[in-house]
């Protein structure tokens, strides 16, 4: 969207304009510092301005790289930031019964715009469509892995080796060879 986004206003852009990308990852991040460390920030900031030799930060763009991860709650965290970070965790893993600061004006519009109930029987049968779809495709990987899991074992591989495979657990794998027994 970023990119269609400046191709569009191309022609009006100019250096004095700040551009700000904003990453939300829905789940915990997997990645590490190159010393293997996890990386656990609820949100992280990139400057955009280079710098000089000697270190001296140049003020060019103000662009900005937010990355906004809500699974690393930290107490530091503003709570104007934390009133979103909030309503994206929520919305994931208790839309039914959210628990957010509706204080927050921008937070109860948001609310109100995702709301369940305010979409049309339209949007609804999509929606409901959308997870049943994704629902299917999650019970044929999983069946294709189980399969391929069987296989595995006649090579007598070991559980762990299977599970780094296939992406299934030790004990699905365990229940795959007492089933064979």
Same mark, same amino acid.
């Given at each position: 969207? @970023?990119?269609?986004?400046?191709?569009?206003?191309?022609?009006?852009?100019?250096?004095?304009?700040?551009?700000?990308?904003?990453?939300?990852?829905?789940?915990?991040?997997?990645?590490?510092?190159?010393? *293997?460390?996890?990386? @656990?920030?609820?949100?992280?900031?990139?400057?955009?301005?280079?710098?000089?030799?000697?270190?001296?930060?140049?003020?060019?763009? *103000?662009?900005?790289?937010?990355?906004?991860?809500?699974?690393?709650?930290?107490?530091?965290?503003?709570?104007?930031?934390?009133?979103?970070?909030?309503?994206?965790?929520?919305?994931?893993?208790?839309?039914?019964?959210?628990? %957010?600061n509706t204080q927050? +004006? *921008?937070?109860?519009?948001?609310?109100? %715009?995702?709301?369940? +109930?305010? %979409?049309?029987?339209?949007?609804?049968?999509?929606?409901?469509?959308?997870?049943?779809?994704?629902?299917? %495709?999650?019970?044929?990987?999983?069946?294709?892995?189980?399969?391929?899991?069987?296989?595995?074992?006649?090579?007598?591989?070991?559980?762990?080796?299977?599970? +780094?495979?296939?992406?299934?657990?030790?004990?699905?794998?365990?229940? @795959?060879?007492? +089933?064979?027994?």
């Amino acid at each position: 969207m @970023l990119i269609a986004e400046q191709q569009r206003n191309s022609k009006e852009y100019d250096i004095d304009r700040t551009v700000y990308v904003i990453v939300v990852l829905t789940a915990p991040y997997k990645i590490s510092e190159k010393n *293997g460390k996890p990386i @656990l920030d609820e949100v992280l900031l990139l400057n955009l301005n280079p710098q000089t030799l000697q270190g001296e930060i140049r003020e060019l763009y *103000g662009h900005q790289f937010v990355c906004l991860n809500p699974n690393h709650p930290n107490s530091e965290t503003p709570k104007q930031i934390r009133d979103w970070l909030d309503l994206i965790y929520q919305s994931i893993h208790s839309p039914e019964r959210p628990v %957010l600061n509706t204080q927050n +004006e *921008g937070i109860r519009k948001a609310m109100e %715009l995702i709301s369940f +109930e305010n %979409l049309t029987p339209e949007e609804r049968t999509n929606a409901k469509n959308k997870e049943a779809t994704r629902i299917v %495709l999650m019970k044929e990987r999983t069946a294709e892995k189980m399969e391929i899991a069987r296989k595995l074992i006649k090579r007598h591989l070991t559980n762990e080796e299977i599970a +780094e495979d296939t992406g299934l657990t030790v004990e699905q794998i365990e229940q @795959l060879r007492s +089933e064979k027994d």
